[in-house]
């Protein structure tokens, strides 16, 4: 299979409004120049080479934010949004934004991120043969205190360019952003738009109009998903946006779709019945959470029914020397309505849980990343629990990722990389990981990046989050991957799958709206998926219904049968 | 799947933004817009440099804790110019709207149950399933959900008084929505959307007082 990492990677865009992406008018990147001649080589081909992709987006970029006649938002800043995929080269092109627009206006270009991803943006300045004269690098967990400052100060740049712009979802973040002495707004993310909310702010920005006009236009439109795309569609081609992306390397057979077992369908049924009788009896404020419980017990039992299906296929795919990262929940669940015959609720281990176990009974040592408590990243007094438990993961994360490391005084994990400052290659200590959809995102290695390392399969069970499906799959197909990476979804025909599953296709139908082409296939499996679990649950329920209907055709007959004898066993009484 | 999406669907907050009675504006009565004063001297850097580092979830926490209790703090202020007018004033044609309005201050309650939320938040979470736990979460859920739409409805009628309160939410529902709803319900008793915040709000304190009084120490 022929790797789509080794073209330039697709024009979402231009695709979107039929190649009438604005032409940039001015080369800003040309005025770029490496300060050290032998490092030069890489700006000069990102300058000069074949791919256009990072001297379009800086120029298309630039053309904008110095455009007086460019519309504004209430700030009266001018905004650019750089909707590029993982691995397109979103930092390269922040730092050369960042320089470039120094560059043109003479003031400097503030640069904000995560601060654990600074260091890697000056890693990539470096690269280039830059110096960081004219860019502020503030961490974006910073900005409140640096902007303090900077009002004292008097403080004024071209530009703030937020990599990572995902983060605008939070109100501090947008409320620092806004506050940045700042003529324009340049935002580089590979998912901006994970909900209508996201999408009228960047669209806000993007076109000037206020906030609440957007979301009127989108919420009055006939068509959510057609309004999405024209939306964008306008903003491309105001020259407002650019989106590239490359498309997902690997395969996706068909989901496979187990059948609930009569016993399962019994149970299901029976939870279902038993809360709303809870919910009958419940007031107002438990019937809300109630309501959160249900959705998670069913969809906990449901889980439970794939465990044997999926050991199998793990064992299978592992006998093909492939590695699986295998994507659940892991919610365990003392049920409210089903009891143990002891008469003490009914306990069913999460998802992950139970499959690690099922592994572990066959031999299989897995990598397990634990799930943080619900809101741990947000309360303080949590995070000492949080921080114990994403040590812990870290260690299972890296006995299951390929190639040498070695660990520093600091405890510091270093790649080790051979003379050709390529990274060694050494075989992982895992072959399976277990990763809960909560904590899906991050983990940038657990892809196949080297040649000689196995393939990598995933198997994924169902999940409302379109986000966390999509964040699932990008654990495998990686801009860095040496090979295809094959997704199989397990599902079944319970009420829990068929909701998760219409849940996830909606979401999946909205980040498509945006265009995205690595949607396309998991768009297809999951319509597919969904359309056949509703299928086999159809026709196991008319299977029921005539097996009720045989029953009582039998029952009545036995019934009358019976009555027939005892009234003519009656002495003395005719029939 | 018809009976689960039936009862997946409830329980829904009343969301009319109705009135069943005039609002009490107190601009004219004091001279002064205590509100709009309010969010002219809300300083949004007050407390970025002890937060300066802390993960974004953390910051954006700790912030809607402060505007929690700066709305608090904001009532507070305009209970006290009121009675402050209302003693000076006992005749005057507004006196017993404002006595009314007044009258809602006892419910305010002490500043500390504001702080107080994340002590019954994270005893919910632990103590697993229970009447009590179950309330406190759904209590929680529900005010989200609530916070959510007055929040979206602010942005589209950004001249109504109401909307005006909203302003200082800094975007944002709260991590504890029931904060900043039930000082947004006192304030506008005649919206149709804020008899049930308090109503919440009374019965969860009912509910924990009978059941697990322990929870409410230093909020009474």
New interface residues.
């Given amino acids: 299979m022929e790797s789509p990492f080794d073209r330039p990677p697709i024009n979402v865009s231009a695709t979107l409004v039929d190649g009438r992406v604005p032409d940039w008018r001015k080369d800003y990147l040309a005025t770029v120049s490496a300060t050290t001649d032998d490092k030069g080589r890489l700006l000069d081909s990102l300058r000069t080479g074949e791919d256009p992709t990072i001297r379009d987006g800086i120029n298309l970029a630039l053309n904008r934010l110095v455009d007086p006649q460019a519309p504004k938002d209430s700030l009266g800043k001018t905004a650019f949004l750089v909707h590029d995929g993982t691995g397109t080269g979103k930092s390269f092109q922040a730092i050369l934004a960042a320089k470039a627009i120094a560059q043109e206006t003479g003031e400097p270009a503030l640069v904000t991120t995560r601060a654990d991803l600074i260091p890697a943006l000056r890693r990539d300045l470096d690269r280039l043969g830059l110096d960081d004269s004219q860019i502020a690098f503030v961490a974006i967990e910073q900005l409140g205190a640096f902007l303090k400052d900077a009002q004292k100060q008097k403080q004024q740049f071209s530009v703030a360019i937020v990599d990572e712009a995902q983060d605008c979802r939070i109100p501090e973040v947008r409320k620092f952003l806004d506050r940045i002495p700042a003529r324009g707004q340049l935002f580089f993310s590979a998912t901006p738009f994970h909900n209508i909310d996201e999408f009228c702010y960047f669209s806000s920005k993007l076109t000037g109009k206020p906030i609440h006009q957007i979301k009127n236009e989108i919420n009055s439109a006939k068509d959510l998903h057609l309004a999405v795309t024209d939306q964008l569609k306008q903003i491309t081609l105001a020259g407002g946006m650019i989106h590239r992306e490359f498309p997902f390397y690997g395969n996706v057979p068909p989901a496979e779709v187990l059948p609930l077992t009569a016993e399962s369908r019994a149970a299901e049924t029976q939870v279902i019945d038993g809360y709303a009788r809870l919910v009958g009896n419940r007031h107002f404020l438990q019937q809300r959470k109630l309501k959160e419980d249900l959705t998670i017990e069913l969809n906990t039992a449901s889980d439970a029914t794939k465990v044997d299906s999926i050991l199998q296929r793990t064992l299978e795919l592992l006998s093909q020397n492939k590695k699986v990262i295998l994507a659940g929940d892991d919610l365990p669940v003392a049920s409210r309505i089903l009891k143990e015959q002891d008469g003490l609720p009914k306990e069913t281990p999460g998802f992950l849980s139970a499959l690690r176990l099922a592994m572990a009974a066959h031999g299989i040592e897995c990598s397990f990343i634990r799930a943080f408590p619900e809101n741990s990243d947000a309360i303080p007094v949590l995070s000492g629990e949080r921080a114990a438990i994403a040590a812990r993961n870290f260690e299972e994360m890296a006995r299951f990722v390929d190639g040498a490391y070695r660990t520093t005084q600091t405890a510091e994990r270093l790649e080790l990389r051979g003379r050709d400052n390529k990274p060694l290659y050494a075989p992982s200590q895992t072959k399976v990981i277990l990763l809960p959809y909560q904590q899906v995102a991050g983990w940038p290695e657990l892809n196949q990046r080297f040649p000689q390392a196995p393939e990598v399969s995933m198997i994924l069970t169902p999940t409302a989050s379109a986000d966390q499906f999509i964040q699932a799959i990008g654990r495998g197909s990686r801009r860095n991957s040496q090979g295809p990476t094959d997704v199989h979804l397990v599902a079944n025909d319970s009420c829990a799958d068929r909701r998760r599953l219409s849940q996830l296709l909606k979401g999946l139908q909205f980040i498509a709206a945006t265009g995205s082409p690595a949607i396309a296939p998991f768009l297809q499996l999951a319509a597919d998926c969904l359309d056949r679990a509703s299928t086999l649950r159809a026709a196991q329920d008319q299977k029921l219904i005539q097996l009720q209907k045989n029953q009582q055709t039998r029952s009545a007959r036995i019934f009358d049968a019976n009555r027939n004898r005892i009234l003519s066993s009656q002495p003395g009484v005719r029939p | ?1 018809d ?2 999406d039936e ?2 669907k ?2 829904h907050p009343v969301k009319s933004d109705q009135l069943s009675g005039p609002i009490l504006h107190s601009t004219p009565l004091l001279g002064m817009d205590v509100w709009q004063e309010a969010i002219d001297q809300f300083d ?2 007050a ?3 002890a ?13 809607d804790l402060r505007v929690d209790r700066y709305l608090y703090d904001t009532l507070a202020r305009e209970f006290e110019l009121l009675a402050a007018w209302l003693r000076e004033n006992p005749g005057h044609r507004e006196a017993s709207q404002v006595a009314s309005f007044l009258s809602r201050r006892e419910r305010l309650g002490p500043r500390s149950w504001v702080d107080h939320q ?1 002590k019954l ?2 005893w919910a ?1 632990k103590s ?2 229970n ?1 009590i736990a ?2 406190i ?3 929680r ?2 005010c989200q959900e609530l916070a959510k739409s007055l929040l ?1 409805w602010s ?2 009628n ?1 001249h109504d008084p109401r909307a005006r309160q909203i302003r200082l939410w ?3 529902q709260g ?1 504890y929505p029931q904060n900043r709803l039930r000082i947004w319900a006192l304030r506008f008793l005649e919206d149709l959307r804020a008899p049930q915040i308090l109503g ?1 709000d009374a ?2 304190n009912r509910e924990i007082f009978a059941t697990h009084p322990e929870l409410l120490t230093g909020t009474r």
């Avoid at chain 2, 937060?51 to 912030?63: A, D, H, K, W």
């Fill in positions: 799947m009976t689960l009862l997946l409830g329980p949004a850097f407390e970025a440099e937060n300066t580092g802390l993960p974004l979830e953390q910051q954006q926490y700790l912030s994340e938040y994270l979470q697993g399933q009447d179950d309330s979460l759904g209590w859920l529900l979206a942005s589209r950004h800094q975007d944002s991590f919440w019965a969860m």
